[in-house]
């Protein structure tokens, strides 16, 4: 049974339809923490992260948000504990930063009070906090991809929610720019208190940035913990099936994930070779590849 | 670019307007007002030529002495029995049209998402056109037929488009598959129908506003006065609903329930000016588009829709009754005239210099 905490669920069965993704899954958001998921492509994470916005409704199990059924709250109560960032929105045609950050506003306001004066200190807070404040003017269509997810995370930051999901906030993002995303997310968390959670790919990243990694594989949690304490070569290896060397970050320490040398080795496994079952193994063969000097292949 | 410190209310696009007490507060953007302001303005112009111009002319103020209950017999005959409903018809019907077509578009995130094209209209002429031909119907039959017809097939295309909610492209597609086999079913039914029957079809089928009177006045004012509150209420809604179902999810929109909300009312709303006026093309698909350009907003407007719907309506009756006169158009066939030009001037316009 899972830790309870502001949010966490138990007994999570999660399906689309007629395919479980998820069966019997515990899940707990530790309060105040950097919380990234990561597991390889269709493993269920952004199904869980569905299922812990109420997006998802779980075929059995329950979530609970703030001590409550998360099911019980009304839609925008929802919406004023917890924000969440899906990986693609569409921006309106023409809708410039600041009036697309106001719209983060929705669930704060009444069908009578559109416009509080509150609402103009927030938006211009959020647009300061993530750094687009600049851009209030311009319109959204003519920004870098960089700049327009640090928009979609200042509409995010208005609605004032202590609680942020962001599904895949790097997807699409040029190195600098994901650097500066996750930066903005380890400053939210840290000099703001949020307690964020993340689904990332790249596990590097997420060893850096996480204070709780949950690791996942076919619907269920894996491992989870800090990640110099749960991240190992043999981890990666039965989850992502692919071998690797850890070895320290050389600028924080963290956990850093290097994929073993395979040259080489992929045309044979593929002519029926025997499949390597190790990490080890693995090794020896890209050792033996060195030895042979194979020519690199394009 | 250079870098600026923002001005002090540069995150607004409007002026906010407050009561004392907070509890009422809105931003009214200046184009908003003044674009508002010019089309209720156009179609009291508008309104007020179709009361003065017929073949009995009258006076602008021999029209306002009637419409107090003042002047000549005959004044008042044309004014308050003839000329005065069926204009108002014209408003209500355009309105109701255009606040549909909104919806619709808005929730198929798609502009061919109006009902003309999803198969409404199809259905509600067929109905109209079963009961004409089978029933013989009088003119409450007929548009008991086409409401009937209209929320039928429009129930239809939700049930089969739907998967996880409803998919724009989805309703579109299965919307003019239905429609395409909707067309079919009249086009036999008027072959085998005798020549004045077939007629009679034919002409409800354009759409016309010939001979209204005040109870088909009432009859829209009442469904336009139960169903318009809760869909313009709906419409911040269905502006986060159109940046993705779970953005809007994520702000606090019950998706699936204002999708379903909205859908009812709209068809609900649809069926009314269809039973009353005939399947009106056009206005639902040109007037949402058309109040957004002006509006230049950001989404759906279903207030600038309303009014842009009705502008065109009562612009297209006031050409049908007096183009040709003193031949009488039926009304459907000027709207796609009208409403076409201007959306397909507009559009150029706009890929002209760049926008859009």
């Avoid at chain 1, 949020?194 to 990694?213: E, F, G, I, M, S």
Wanted: charge should be neutral.
């Amino acid at each position: 049974m899972p830790e309870p905490s502001r949010l966490w669920g138990e007994n999570l069965t999660l399906a689309y339809d007629q395919s479980v993704i998820s069966r019997d899954l515990g899940i707990s958001i530790p309060d105040n923490s950097f919380t990234v998921i990561v597991g390889p492509n269709a493993c269920g994470k952004s199904t869980l992260l569905r299922a812990l916005s109420r997006m998802l409704k779980p075929q059995s199990g329950a979530v609970h948000l703030d001590g409550r059924l998360i099911s019980s709250y009304p839609s925008k109560e929802v919406a004023r504990r917890l924000g969440l960032l899906p990986q693609s929105s569409i921006a309106p045609d023409g809708i410039t930063v600041a009036d697309l950050v106001a719209r983060g506003r929705y669930p704060h306001q009444k069908l009578l009070r559109q416009w509080s004066g509150s609402d103009e200190a927030v938006i211009t807070e959020s647009m300061e906090a993530t750094g687009v404040a600049d851009l209030a003017d311009r319109m959204v269509d003519e920004l870098s991809g960089g700049q327009r997810q640090r928009v979609w995370l200042a509409m995010v930051l208005a609605q004032q929610t202590p609680l942020l999901l962001l599904d895949e906030p790097t997807t699409y993002l040029d190195i600098a720019h994901q650097m500066d995303v996750l930066d903005l997310c380890a400053e939210l968390h840290h000099e703001r208190d949020y307690t964020l959670v993340a689904v990332l790919h790249d596990l590097n990243q997420a060893c850096r940035y996480a204070t709780h990694l949950i690791v996942m594989k076919d619907g269920a949690v894996v491992a989870e913990g800090a990640p110099s304490e749960i991240v190992t070569a043999g981890l990666v290896e039965k989850v992502f099936g692919l071998p690797v060397r850890v070895v320290p970050d050389p600028e924080t320490g963290t956990p850093m994930i290097v994929a073993v040398d395979r040259r080489g080795t992929i045309t044979r496994r593929a002519r029926g070779t025997e499949e390597p079952t190790g990490a080890q193994e693995a090794q020896d063969e890209a050792q033996d590849d060195a030895v042979l000097e194979k020519p690199r292949s394009a | 670019m250079t870098a600026t410190t923002p001005r002090p209310g540069s995150v607004r696009s409007g002026r906010p307007v407050r009561t004392r007490s907070g509890r009422v507060s809105f931003l009214v953007r200046p184009r908003t007002a003044a674009v508002t302001g010019a089309l209720v303005a156009a179609i009291a112009a508008v309104f007020a030529a179709l009361l003065m111009l017929g073949e009995y002319e009258i006076t602008l103020p021999r029209v306002a002495a009637a419409l107090a209950g003042q002047g000549e017999r005959l004044d008042l005959f044309f004014v308050r029995d003839v000329r005065l409903p069926r204009a108002w018809v014209a408003v209500l019907v355009g309105a109701s049209l255009g606040v549909a077509g909104a919806v619709f578009q808005s929730l198929s995130r798609n502009p061919l998402g109006s009902p003309d094209i999803i198969g409404f209209t199809g259905g509600a002429a067929t109905g109209a056109v079963l009961t004409i031909l089978v029933f013989g119907g009088s003119m409450l039959q007929v548009s008991l037929g086409a409401v009937a017809g209209g929320v039928a097939t429009a129930g239809l295309v939700y049930l089969l488009a739907m998967k996880n909610g409803v998919q724009g492209y989805r309703l579109i597609l299965v919307g003019i598959g239905i429609s395409a086999m909707l067309t079919s079913v009249r086009d036999y039914l008027i072959t085998r129908a005798d020549l004045t029957d077939a007629k009679a079809a034919q002409v409800w089928m354009i759409g016309s506003l010939n001979a209204r009177g005040w109870t088909e006045v009432i009859a829209v004012a009442v469904c336009m006065a139960v169903l318009l509150p809760p869909l313009l209420a709906m419409g911040p809604r269905l502006r986060l609903m159109e940046m993705g179902e779970q953005t809007a999810h994520a702000l606090g929109v019950p998706v699936q329930r204002t999708q379903a909300v909205a859908l009812l009312a709209a068809s609900a709303l649809t069926g009314a000016a269809i039973a009353v006026a005939g399947p009106i093309s056009f206005i639902a698909l040109a007037a949402p588009q058309l109040a957004r350009r002006l509006l230049r907003s950001t989404g759906t407007t279903l207030f600038g829709a309303a009014l842009m719907g009705a502008l065109l309506l009562v612009t297209a009756d006031l050409v049908a009754q007096h183009a040709l006169s003193p031949a009488q158009l039926p009304v459907g066939a000027v709207t796609a005239v009208i409403g076409g030009s201007y959306l397909v001037w507009l559009l150029y316009r706009e890929w002209r210099t760049g926008r859009a």
